[in-house]
């Protein structure tokens, strides 16, 4: 705490910074230590379109973000960014999964929201800083879905509780008094909440189950419509006729045009149809790599796992040591060179 606290003092003097306020526990302690701090430090609730096959849960959310900040006796404001979010992170995502895509909807909504839309508007309403409650090293590490910040995004946000461990966090909003400090962390999509990803896609895409085939092309199940699916993904079919040792099976390709899935369940097979090689599209380097041989994260809390980089052309080509399970198209990849992200 004392490190973080001295190094925001030496930047706090007269600045003004607006405070995502989700109502959670990471963005109260974000708060509450800036005010420490000495910033000019104001609470924004950021309400987000929510689908209406969900119960509607940002009244409660801005109810807790509001009693934070009057436990901190700061100002509070309400951003509406209902369209915003619809355009730029629902309609995206929907689309790229009709693409047979798998885009990740907290990256689109950090770049959409958190560091789009609310820092153009803090900006207009006099704000030198926006802050979140990110953390960017340790086992909540969310560096992952922070990838498409540039350096002009960086020098204006801050991230009072990045280098934090949770349970330090907490102990602190109970040394703050805070009235979130025992309040569970919110899990799912982005904003939207507790869906899975293929429930709340089948209400945008007209899907119809199909059949899921085993690697020499025979039927072996059902499964709920190929759009839904992300390859390596091992839930959400279902296998008939499976015999008790058979282990988990994996999605290895699927057929949007014959609305199939190829799964397998044989570790050597899955291997050999996992690619070593791939290319990137939309790279985007906060700093440049040092040299050639980097590590790469492919999932959010997945391994990062060495990889080479290459340019053939003007593309960039990435080449792992062994093959990888579960690449699929529209996926990020983050790389890192030790804990640098």
């Not at 909807?105 to 839309?117: H, M, Q, S, T, Y």
């Not at 934090?164 to 102990?171: A, G, I, L, Q, T």
């Not at 839904?228 to 008790?244: A, M, N, Q, V």
Request: with cysteine; proline share 4%; glycine share 8%.
């Amino acid at each position: 705490e004392n490190v973080s606290i001295q190094h925001m003092t030496s930047q706090a003097f007269k600045k003004t910074v607006f405070v995502g306020l989700s109502g959670g526990v990471d963005s109260s302690v974000s708060a509450a230590l800036l005010k420490k701090a000495g910033y000019d430090v104001t609470g924004v609730f950021i309400k987000v379109w929510q689908p209406d096959f969900l119960p509607c849960s940002w009244r409660d959310e801005r109810r807790d973000a509001m009693r934070v900040a009057i436990a901190l006796d700061i100002p509070f404001l309400f951003f509406d960014f209902e369209d915003e979010y619809k355009k730029g992170v629902v309609d995206t995502m929907v689309r790229e999964y009709k693409s047979g895509r798998t885009p990740n909807p907290d990256v689109l909504c950090n770049r959409e929201i958190k560091f789009g839309a609310f820092w153009q508007k803090a900006r207009e309403l006099g704000a030198d800083y926006i802050a979140t409650g990110h953390y960017w090293s340790g086992e909540k590490d969310q560096s992952y879905f922070l990838w498409t910040m540039t350096q002009e995004d960086l020098s204006h946000s801050l991230f009072p509780v990045g280098q934090m461990e949770k349970s330090e966090v907490r102990k602190l909003a109970q040394k703050f008094n805070l009235p979130v400090s025992e309040k569970k962390d919110s899990q799912g999509i982005c904003f939207i909440g507790d869906v899975s990803m293929e429930e709340f896609l089948s209400h945008f895409i007209q899907t119809k189950s199909g059949k899921v085939l085993d690697t020499n092309g025979e039927v072996i199940g059902t499964h709920q419509g190929a759009v839904l699916y992300t390859i390596g993904e091992r839930h959400g079919f279902d296998i008939e006729k499976k015999s008790p040792d058979a282990g988990a099976y994996y999605i290895v390709s699927k057929d949007l045009e014959e609305n199939t899935i190829t799964v397998s369940n044989n570790l050597q097979e899955i291997s050999s149809l996992s690619p070593t090689k791939i290319s990137l599209k939309s790279a985007n380097w906060m700093i440049e790599p040092s040299g050639p041989t980097i590590t790469a994260q492919i999932r959010y809390r997945g391994d990062k796992v060495p990889v080479t980089l290459s340019l053939l052309g003007k593309i960039l080509t990435v080449e792992f040591a062994k093959p990888i399970r579960g690449l699929s198209l529209g996926q990020s990849i983050v790389f890192y060179e030790g804990e640098t992200c």
